[in-house]
T-cell receptor, first 116, second 114 residues
């Protein structure tokens, strides 16, 4: 069975601090996809990144970076020099490869508060 | 290019009533998925529609049903509402043929059952 664990329920940082959001996943498939989504107060889930199980390259996009390690089944997300606008709930999600779109399994999310 | 739109944004119902939520997918998308997000939890998959058929279903009772129309829009129906059905209902659209496709989400319908 698939499972995504985000152990950090809430994190509070001061603006300009770096912060890392942890994600650990479980799956029996060898082919799968990992995602991070951001949910601001408006409620809409905003896509941040997708990574497939064969691509362990870390990725950096502006102030955001992702560290994917299959050996530890982790897909962690780091925000560098955090800003107040980064305040939101962040979800890590997993989908297994199959015919068509397989559903996303989400973690419970980490609420990030960035204080000015 | 309009994204995923959902209506209504908020809804208040009483126990035992029935409710219908609506979703229009992003232009060019043919698949609609519905998720339920309880307060403080991650979204949980309800079901997915493609070619007007339910293709996959999560662990939800038969009180939850849906429909997809020829224009790819979709409805989620919940019968015999329970207090526990209070949640944010999110619609997501995608292309069925693309594996590992990212989902585009609407802003959701906040359902309160009293």
């Amino acid at each position: 069975a698939q499972k995504v664990t985000q152990a950090q329920t809430e994190i509070s940082v001061v603006e300009k601090e770096d912060v890392t959001l942890d994600c650990v996943y479980e799956t029996r498939d060898t082919t799968y996809y990992l995602f991070w989504y951001k949910q601001p107060p408006s409620g809409e889930l905003v896509f941040l990144i997708r990574r497939n199980s064969f691509d362990e390259q870390n990725e950096i996009s502006g102030r955001y970076s992702w560290n994917f390690q299959k050996s530890t089944s982790s897909f962690n997300f780091t925000i560098t020099a955090s800003q107040v606008v980064d305040s939101a709930v962040y979800f890590c999600a997993l989908s297994e490869a199959g015919s068509g779109n397989t559903p996303l399994v989400f973690g419970k999310g980490t609420r990030l508060s960035v204080i000015a | 290019d309009a994204g995923v739109t959902q209506s209504p944004t908020h809804l208040i119902k009483t126990r035992g009533q029935q409710v219908t939520l609506r979703c229009s997918p992003k232009s060019g998308h043919d698949t609609v998925s519905w998720y339920q997000q309880a307060l403080g939890q991650g979204p949980q998959f309800i079901f997915q529609y493609y070619e007007e058929e339910e293709r996959q279903r999560g662990n939800f009772p038969d009180r939850f049903s849906g429909h997809q129309f020829p224009n790819y829009s979709s409805e989620l129906n919940v019968n015999a509402l329970l207090l526990g059905d209070s949640a944010l209902y999110l619609c997501a659209s995608s292309l069925f043929s693309r594996l590992g496709e990212k989902l585009f989400f609407g802003s959701g319908t906040q359902l309160s059952v009293l």
